[in-house]
């Protein structure tokens, strides 16, 4: 989930500021309302991107830091019976939990980037980032139970659903395509069967013509 650029933009000072910000824990601010929005739609772009990256490539093939291996194997020792493909949100917010999961993240200070940002995890790993399946969690906390998941298999519920639908799509295509083939090949068929009809009429009529004038000359 790390990306870099290949052209370095000049950048104004008031987005550094931003930005400057936004790389702070989401605790150094109160209750901003300016800054707490900011968080929510850069969290949300963060969701949408690994939402698609998920649902368009095996999951257990992903990467998402240099440090997955160091991050999943200190986060099965610590939570080594934690269920992770529906999350209880007690897990995680509860006072008990939080004392446990504390000093799991602080090992990673200085090892993730913005360890501490807020990211929306899903509680329900076959389902998308909709309200009532959506939390916010710290990025390790984020980082550590979405590399389990990819790696333990469960997140590909989202990307097989994604694909069957799209293999589902194109049959209903396919099919459609084949339906308006064969109605194009019965007007075709009708059309010469009409054209051969109204050839034989005109015959017959021609027929018809050359007996009645037979019949005059010979009277």
């Given at each position: 989930?790390?990306?870099?650029?290949?052209?370095?933009?000049?950048?104004?000072?008031?987005?550094?500021?931003?930005?400057?910000?936004?790389?702070?824990?989401?605790?150094?601010?109160?209750?901003?309302?300016?800054?707490?929005?900011?968080?929510?739609?850069?969290?949300?772009?963060?969701?949408?991107?690994?939402?698609?990256?998920?649902?368009?490539?095996?999951?257990?093939?992903?990467?998402?830091?240099?440090?997955?291996?160091?991050?999943?194997?200190?986060?099965?020792?610590?939570?080594?019976?934690?269920?992770?493909?529906?999350?209880?949100?007690?897990?995680?917010?509860?006072?008990?939990?939080?004392?446990?999961?504390?000093?799991?993240?602080?090992?990673?200070?200085?090892?993730?980037?913005?360890?501490?940002?807020?990211?929306?995890?899903?509680?329900?790993?076959?389902?998308?980032?909709?309200?009532?399946?959506?939390?916010f969690a710290p990025r390790i906390q984020f980082l550590a139970i979405e590399i389990a998941r990819n790696?333990?298999?469960?997140?590909?519920?989202?990307?097989?659903?994604?694909?069957?639908?799209?293999?589902?799509?194109?049959?209903?295509?396919?099919?459609?395509?084949?339906?308006?083939?064969?109605?194009?090949?019965?007007?075709?068929?009708?059309?010469?069967?009409?054209?051969?009809?109204?050839?034989?009429?005109?015959?017959?009529?021609?027929?018809?013509?050359?007996?009645?004038?037979?019949?005059?000359?010979?009277?």
């Amino acid at each position: 989930m790390e990306t870099t650029s290949g052209t370095a933009e000049p950048v104004s000072g008031e987005l550094v500021s931003v930005a400057h910000a936004l790389s702070l824990p989401a605790e150094s601010y109160g209750n901003d309302p300016d800054i707490e929005m900011a968080w929510a739609m850069k969290a949300m772009q963060h969701a949408e991107v690994y939402y698609k990256l998920i649902s368009s490539v095996d999951p257990q093939l992903l990467k998402l830091t240099k440090v997955d291996d160091q991050i999943y194997s200190e986060f099965r020792e610590n939570f080594e019976k934690l269920r992770i493909d529906v999350l209880d949100p007690e897990e995680l917010k509860s006072e008990s939990a939080k004392e446990k999961w504390r000093p799991f993240c602080l090992k990673f200070d200085g090892v993730v980037e913005d360890f501490n940002y807020g990211t929306l995890l899903r509680l329900d790993c076959s389902q998308g980032y909709t309200e009532e399946n959506t939390i916010f969690a710290p990025r390790i906390q984020f980082l550590a139970i979405e590399i389990a998941r990819n790696r333990e298999g469960y997140n590909k519920a989202v990307y097989t659903s994604v694909h069957d639908k799209e293999e589902e799509k194109e049959g209903n295509q396919g099919r459609e395509k084949g339906t308006d083939s064969g109605g194009a090949e019965e007007k075709g068929a009708n059309r010469g069967e009409k054209a051969k009809s109204n050839k034989g009429e005109e015959k017959e009529k021609g027929a018809n013509k050359e007996i009645s004038k037979s019949g005059e000359t010979a009277m």
